[in-house]
């Protein structure tokens, strides 16, 4: 039976039988402004909070000072939290660069696992993937790092939440590049926005 990781939200860690996978690797995709962040935020803020589960967050797409600022209305009170504790990783690609030749996941990784090791990190969420993994030069390539993304994810034992976007029109779900990455993890979660008689 596989060991789960609760998440502290209400109704979410009940309707899954306890929470994420625990040491496994979770999928939040969907719409802009639909929560993603917020779930995997949530979810890093309950283990360091209850569980002592010390957590990584990594952001490809917004700066870590925003991120904090928007949970604040949540009271999570981010700024106590240490970074042993918590700890933010800015990933975001600078407007002005230029790419000359090929990378990989390497680096990342080596700077990732730096940070796991010395706080002795449970958890960790790489949000808006998608924004790094554009900068691949093909889909055999996007799908070899994500693999090994994945593959070093379970080495660790993490708890991981990937997020990456996908828009939802009507009942359809919009394919992209990175379909492969449902039946690659153990726990896909897609949430969608709809507003109904007025309400969001």
């Not at 996908?166 to 896909?188: C, I, K, W």
Request: hydrophobic share 40%; with cysteine.
């Amino acid at each position: 039976m596989i060991k789960k990781a609760a998440t502290g939200i209400s109704g979410f860690d009940e309707l899954t039988g306890g929470g994420l996978p625990r040491g496994r690797v979770t999928l939040v995709e969907g719409s802009t402004g639909t929560g993603k962040t917020l779930i995997a935020l949530q979810s890093l803020v309950h283990g360091v909070r209850n569980l002592n589960e010390p957590a990584v967050f990594v952001s490809f797409e917004e700066h870590s000072d925003r991120i904090k600022i928007n949970a604040e209305e949540f009271g999570w009170q981010l700024n106590n939290l240490s970074e042993d504790e918590l700890s933010f990783v800015n990933c975001q690609p600078s407007v002005d660069l230029i790419q000359s030749g090929s990378f990989d996941l390497g680096g990342l990784l080596a700077g990732l696992g730096a940070i796991v090791d010395k706080i002795g990190a449970k958890r960790v969420v790489l949000d808006a993937v998608d924004m790094l993994l554009a900068f691949l030069p093909d889909q055999m390539a996007v799908r070899k790092e994500v693999f090994r993304l994945h593959a070093w994810l379970l080495e660790r034992e993490l708890t991981a939440i990937i997020t990456t976007k996908r828009q939802h029109s009507g009942n359809v779900y919009s394919p992209t590049d990175l379909d492969f990455m449902e039946y690659m993890v153990d726990s896909a979660i897609r949430l969608r926005q709809e507003v109904i008689e007025g309400v969001s």
